[in-house]
């Protein structure tokens, strides 16, 4: 498949596979293992990699007393037998496989690579086996498999669940495929009715997909509001069987966006919320404001949602914080919040690992006043899927074709670093590219940019603590409205096959503003559902293992 990679808009051409040089200089599997633990010369310690680091050894070329007969002959590093830490057990409340016979052939094995399970801690190089859509076995012993990847000195994870993303169309899936992702959660809110989103990409989609109910589009498209509007008792009330049936037909939560609707009055956030509430689901919010400039400040945003979690005793989710709610108030805005989970309320937050944000000219952000509140000028903004930067003489224009633009420089890096500091955030990329191309570079790049520069480069977290931000984080945080999702963002008996197998030496984002489109590096294979949607580094077209994720209300 290595000489199709230049045809496919997200195939690149092949990289030089660091550990296959260290093999043909000679160098042991084990030896190459080590290295991987070490990092790269952007690491700020040889611990980058963090966790409880597998201690390994050269296999002295006796088959130990473990291995069964008829297996195969264990190959690269193994552990010592004293400290081998306890594989994860079954994932509880769920029908799992029965252990395998001696000599069973899954269907496909995952050979030697280093297995990150967050939700248990496990981090140790076992085989994993897979029988259909499951993980089936964990191993220390060698597996026998119909197909066998080799993923000596390289992590094996569960596959990256994007929590605040876009319907998954048929152009920015793949690229969400190719950055690890296999779960595509639309819960800034899906701009449809839940059943015909859900019957749009059944069967079509690379990556499993589910969303959110979207207050800021129904309030216009199906109520006739304006974004200044603001709702009266009727069309409260209306709104409020609109959202129920919307939950009733599978959207998990309820997905606010007062910053874009600034109609939005707290009598309605307060209605909606309660909605939630009574049927167990999550409210999640783009607050109203983003800047710490009065009159309406971000620090007044984030006050806004937990006094609405107060009042109705709704689960929350703030969107994007360094963009919207916490930028150049970071640490306020984390200790709000962190004094509200302290008091018991069910409150958490994402970022995603970029220092500007982008949205539409037309948009209310850009509303007047806009570049005093976020000290940026419009040489500062550039038309995403190109090279233009504008000027106070091309932003008219721009602003007439509605264009959504980047806004560089908009983030500070040490407030990003703050936020991936508190255990309680998750990574998420609040986009999904188009074939136009107008889009932020996050919607291809944001998981591997996530370790590539925070974990490898700059050593701001564990491996194990950024990959828990993008799998089993995630995944608790709707898993009460979805069902499916307790099977996800886990490595363990009886857990789904959604993995994702990466070389930590080398991944990294490529996308930029000019060129959104361009496809992560260093993730080398995708299982979703079991089956192998990325090989090589290359996506396989032919495999639409997503699977619609619909709610169930309590």
């Known amino acids: ?62 088959v130990p007393d473990s291995v069964r007969p008829g297996d195969p002959s264990p190959s690269g590093p ?72 080799d993923a000596t000195g390289l992590v094996v994870a569960p596959g990256f669940v994007d929590l605040l993303s876009y319907e998954p169309n048929p152009f920015g899936a793949w690229l969400k495929l190719a950055d690890g992702v296999t779960t595509n959660l639309a819960m800034h809110g899906v701009s449809n009715y839940a059943a015909p989103f859900f ?70 956030l307060r209605i909606l919320a309660e909605v939630a509430a009574e049927l167990g689901h999550v409210t999640f919010f783009h607050v109203r404001f983003s800047d710490p400039d009065p009159p309406g400040t971000s620090l007044e945003a984030i006050d806004e949602v937990l006094a609405v979690v107060d009042e109705t005793g709704a689960s929350a989710h703030i969107e994007h914080l360094t963009s919207t709610g916490g930028t150049f108030v970071m640490t306020e805005a984390l200790d709000r919040i962190e004094q509200a ?10 970022l995603y690992p970029y220092d500007y944000w982008a949205t539409f000219l037309g948009s209310q952000r850009f509303a007047a006043g806009w570049r005093t509140r976020y000290r940026l000028s419009e040489s500062d903004l550039q038309v995403a899927g190109t090279a233009t930067r504008l000027s106070p003489s091309t932003i008219a224009d721009a602003r007439r074709s509605n264009k959504l633009v980047a806004a560089l420089g908009s983030i500070p890096e040490a407030e990003i670093e703050e936020a991936l500091a508190r255990p ?38 564990s491996l194990m603590d950024a990959v828990a931000k993008v799998t089993i984080l995630p995944a608790r945080r709707v898993e009460g409205m979805i069902p499916a ?3 996800k963002g886990r490595v363990r008996p009886g857990a789904d096959a959604d993995l994702v197998i990466f070389d930590p030496e080398s991944i990294a984002d490529r996308a930029t503003v000019a060129e959104p489109a361009t496809p992560s590096v260093g993730i080398e294979w995708v299982l979703v559902d079991g089956r192998v949607a990325l090989r090589n580094g290359v996506v396989d077209r032919s495999v639409l293992a997503g699977r619609p994720l619909r709610s169930a209300v309590l």
């Open 78 to 149: 193994t552990l010592e037998q004293g400290d081998r830490p306890p594989l994860p057990t079954d994932l509880p409340g769920t029908p799992t496989p029965s252990p395998p016979e001696p000599g069973h052939v899954f269907d496909v094995v995952i050979r030697g690579g280093r297995v990150l399970d967050p939700e248990s801690g496990f981090d140790a190089i076992v085989d994993i086996g897979i029988d259909g859509a499951v993980i089936a076995a964990l191993s220390y012993r060698p597996l026998i498999g119909a197909d066998v990847i």
């Open 341 to 350: 989970r302290d008091g018991g309320h069910d409150v958490t937050a994402c």
């Open 485 to 487: 999702m307790t099977k």
């Open 1 to 62: 498949m290595g000489t199709n990679r230049n045809r496919d808009p997200v195939a690149r051409p092949p990289l030089l596979n660091r550990r296959r040089l260290l093999l043909a200089f000679g160098l042991g599997a084990a030896n190459v293992a080590v290295l991987r633990h070490v990092g790269g010369p952007g690491d700020r310690s040889p611990t980058t990699f963090g966790g409880s680091t597998p201690s390994m050894r050269r296999p002295d070329g006796d």
């Open 424 to 461: 309680w955030t998750i990574v998420a990329s609040d986009a999904i590219l188009s074939a136009e191309r107008n889009n932020h570079p996050r919607g291809a790049g944001t998981f591997s940019r996530l370790i590539g520069r925070y974990v490898r480069q700059r050593g701001v977290l």
């Open 199 to 268: 019957q749009r990409f059944d069967g079509e989609s690379p990556v499993h997909f589910g969303g959110a109910f979207h207050q800021h589009f129904m309030r216009g498209f199906d109520l006739g509001l304006e974004i200044d509007d603001e709702a009266d008792r009727f069309e409260l009330a209306e709104f409020e069987t609109l959202a129920r049936r919307g939950l009733a037909d599978g959207f998990a939560g309820i997905s606010f966006s007062p910053e874009y609707s600034p109609g939005t009055s707290r009598s309605e």
